[in-house]
């Protein structure tokens, strides 16, 4: 959204420029502001070019008054200012410009400008033609039914489309009149010569169709005259300028208004879709394809550029139409999808391999190639055996690749090891743990947080203290949080202690959710050697420990003793 809380920039400049000393300083008759020249206007504004247009659509509240104020000149040039920040506004978010215009408190400008407008408008004939309809519709945003009703009235007199997006916004108004305004506007531009002024705001109406309070009928017949409009025009101008638009809201309501005609898609509009940059227009126009594009023959061809890109739902897609059309080369696809780097499609993949091959064939499959590969294995090969192998695949194919040079290598195989054989990986996983590379720390922490397996206090206290890395030790800290109640607090009270600041706020967290926690009632006293161990570190670093943990722990014991 491109609307934020109101700028404080904006409301400091305008209170040290514009805030009255009272209110009898308004002229009266008029909604010029109080005490101010145009000169002093002008020096706002040319202020506000150089400094606040960054604020976008926010700042617009701020140059209703120069819109309305009777100095013709200085109106104009803030009507311009007003149609310039709204120029990239997507379509779909003229809604929450509407909200913004309601919501912005204007009242403390010691003017109320907006607020007091009644439905004796202002006067805007001073203006040029093709701005009356924008100003006259943004007055029709006025949080007064009777101003909106009235503005409207004069916004729909116009012609020019500048209009559309504000009758658009009014058919979902909770004021009925309001309503029934807007939908009798809106009825009289259902004609094919007012067509094109309502492509570039499908987004809005894409919107409208979710409301509660929209005439569903005007909106079929709507959609029913776009329909019309695309079918005799297979490359219309505004919708093809859409497609291309270089903001990615325009795009995605075109595309989405584009897939839904019933007249023939072209295969470069659907290629450019698929190649888009934004995620969710390839998403759309795959699974067009997927869906419906696959009766088509021509749309056919589009599944091997689908089939190549980077993202997997596009290759999924591809590949599930690639198995509703019987290919005869589908044997060979799924093969390749054996190595695909997602294992989502490396899924779907095995499910109709196991139909042809059988089910212990894909794994057999992968042991094969990493015979072949053994020096360098890709490391889909890994996955692929940790997802379909057995256990006594662990110990033959995946531990010689435990600590291979490549860390993408040996985080696969670690994957692997934990899907295949849990027991295998606890004896080798503070060895992992400790390695020196992020990546690798990281995956056998992540198969020890999978796993859950008994941890021996010693050796993790050990490893704390002897590791140079500091990503050890706040992977150490993450796996033991969940080792149980008493087993936590060696750590802790380590990291409380550590040089690195991080570690010592995990250590103070950790102690201090410990202290809030402990409960005497169900009080169960530790191991002789851990509690020997727990007592022995507090008395070395009682003076970097939260003081609330010493207190607890001293007040646990005493009690116990007593």
Not at 14 to 36: C, D, I, N, Y
Not at 379 to 389: F, Q
Not at 449 to 466: G, N, W
Not at 486 to 508: F, M, V
Request: hydrophobic content about 40%; charged content about 20%; proline content about 8%.
């Amino acid at each position: 959204m491109p609307f934020h809380p109101d700028s404080h920039w904006l409301r400091r400049l305008w209170r040290r420029a514009f805030l009255p000393a009272s209110s009898e300083q308004r002229p009266s008759g008029t909604t010029a502001p109080p005490q101010h020249s145009p000169s002093s206007w002008s020096t706002w504004l040319e202020r506000f070019l150089r400094e606040g247009m960054g604020d976008g659509p926010v700042a617009i509240p701020y140059l209703l008054p120069l819109a309305l104020s009777p100095w013709h000149d200085l109106s104009r040039r803030a009507v311009t200012t007003i149609r310039t920040l709204l120029d990239d506004l997507p379509s779909e978010q003229w809604v929450w410009l509407d909200q913004h215009l309601r919501s912005t408190p204007l009242t403390f400008h010691g003017s109320a400008f907006w607020s007091d407008l009644t439905p004796q408008l202002p006067d805007l004939s001073h203006l040029p033609a093709n701005d009356q309809p924008l100003m006259w519709g943004i007055i029709s945003c006025h949080g007064n039914g009777h101003v909106r009703q009235m503005a409207l009235k004069k916004c729909g007199s116009f012609r020019s489309g500048g209009e559309v997006p504000f009758l658009l916004l009014r058919l979902n108004d909770w004021a009925e009149p309001v309503r029934r305004t807007a939908e009798s506007r809106l009825r009289r531009r259902l004609k094919p010569v007012y067509a094109h002024t309502f492509l570039p705001h499908l987004g809005l109406i894409q919107r409208l169709e979710k409301g509660q309070r929209r005439d569903p009928a005007l909106l079929r017949e709507l959609a029913d005259l776009l329909d019309h409009h695309l079918e005799n025009h297979p490359h219309p101008n505004a919708l093809y300028t859409l497609l291309t638009h270089p903001g990615r809201l325009h795009r995605r309501a075109a595309y989405r208004w584009f897939l839904r005609q019933r007249h023939p898609h072209p295969d470069q509009v659907l290629c450019r879709g698929l190649n888009d940059d934004d995620t969710l227009i390839r998403v759309l126009v795959g699974r067009w394809i997927r869906q419906r594009g696959i009766d088509h023959p021509a749309s056919r061809s589009l599944l091997s550029t689908m089939a190549e890109n980077r993202l997997a739902t596009l290759r999924r897609l591809a590949l599930e139409a690639s198995l509703e059309l019987g290919r005869d080369d589908v044997e060979s696809l799924l093969a390749a999808a054996l190595l695909d780097p997602h294992g989502g499609v490396r899924s779907l993949a095995r499910f109709h391999l196991g139909q042809h091959w059988g089910e212990k064939a894909v794994a057999e499959y992968y042991r094969q190639a990493l015979k072949r590969h053994a020096d360098a294995p890709d490391p889909v090969l890994l996955y692929g055996l940790g997802e379909s192998g057995e256990a006594q695949d662990a110990k033959i194919h995946i531990t010689p690749h435990l600590t291979h040079t490549r860390s993408r290598i040996a985080r696969a195989a670690i994957w692997a090891l934990v899907r295949l054989d849990p027991t295998l990986f606890s004896e080798q996983m503070l060895p992992l743990l400790a390695s020196s590379r992020r990546g690798v720390s990281r995956e056998a922490r992540e198969g020890m947080l999978r796993l859950a397996p008994a941890l021996d206090s010693e050796q993790m206290i050990t490893l704390f203290r002897s590791t140079p890395h500091r990503h050890v030790r706040t992977n150490l800290m993450r796996v033991i949080r969940r080792s149980g109640w008493w087993q936590p607090l060696p750590l802790a009270i380590l990291a409380c202690a550590d040089a690195d600041p991080h570690l010592n706020r995990q250590g103070e967290i950790l102690l201090c959710r410990w202290s809030q926690q402990v409960d005497r009632t169900f009080f169960t006293r530790p191991s002789a050697p851990l509690l020997t161990t727990i007592l022995s570190l507090q008395d070395q670093h009682q003076h970097t420990l939260p003081p609330a943990f010493n207190h607890t722990l001293e007040t646990l014991f005493t009690a116990e003793n007593s």
